[in-house]
């Protein structure tokens, strides 16, 4: 029986009075890792935002662990266990590694093993030797792994992650992939907009296609993979 963490139906959500989605549907299960692909200007990032409430949807429902949260305060979503980290990373630049995870800390559900420093440092060995650095002090990359611990810290059911691997370097590219696989391990259900067919290859065990803001294609990443003409249609430039 497929446990839907995440059920997203006709969503529709804008800039003023620009439109970006037009009935987005999708669905996320525990466990399970979705990419959410497109081309530039598809609506990828629109999604989680709509979906994390930091833009109220226009039409549509959302509905994370049987409840109902489009429209909610961002903060409300995040105390109910959907964490979201954006492309901007937005990590504190004046506190060190330990001090931006302290501020990410939320209590776990019961039953639940609570993420703490040590547990991430294991997934993030880069941040286990600069703990004590300020996080401006630290490359794009190392701040990327610091805002997805940051976001662990939160003890979150399901994860929203923007474009992780956009400009980083091939090294750090392959520890986001380990660290989502690792999520996954754990029963995370992450869903994570990404262009690098390659990243999303690696980690994802299906994928959902915007166009213009509407969902075009879904299927495993193997058949897309297989499928030039799919990625021709929709991920070339």
């Not at 259900?189 to 690696?202: K, Y």
Request: charged share 25%.
């Amino acid at each position: 029986m497929v446990d839907t963490v995440l059920d997203v139906t006709g969503l529709r959500a804008g800039y003023g009075p620009a439109e970006v989605l037009f009935g987005v549907d999708l669905t996320l299960a525990r466990g399970e890792v979705a990419a959410l692909m497109g081309r530039n200007g598809a609506g990828k990032s629109t999604t989680l935002k709509a979906i994390m409430g930091l833009l109220t949807p226009r039409a549509g429902t959302v509905r994370f662990a049987g409840q109902e949260i489009a429209g909610m305060a961002p903060y409300r979503i995040a105390r109910l266990g959907l964490g979201y980290v954006p492309e901007e990373r937005r990590i504190f630049t004046d506190l060190t590694v330990m001090e931006n995870l302290a501020v990410g800390r939320r209590a776990a559900p019961p039953g639940r093993e609570a993420w703490t420093p040590e547990r991430l440092f294991a997934f993030f060995p880069n941040l286990a030797e600069m703990r004590h650095r300020r996080a401006g002090a630290m490359s794009g990359g190392e701040q990327q792994m610091l805002t997805i611990a940051r976001t662990l810290m939160g003890n979150p059911e399901a994860v929203l992650l923007d474009e992780p691997s956009e400009g980083l370097a091939p090294v750090i590219v392959e520890q986001m992939a380990d660290a989502v696989l690792r999520m996954k391990d754990e029963g995370l259900a992450v869903l994570v907009s990404e262009q690098n067919l390659d990243f999303a290859a690696a980690v994802a065990d299906r994928a959902l296609i915007l166009e213009k803001g509407t969902v075009r294609w879904q299927g495993d990443i193997a058949t897309l993979e297989a499928d030039e003409d799919i990625r021709r249609a929709y991920l070339t430039v």
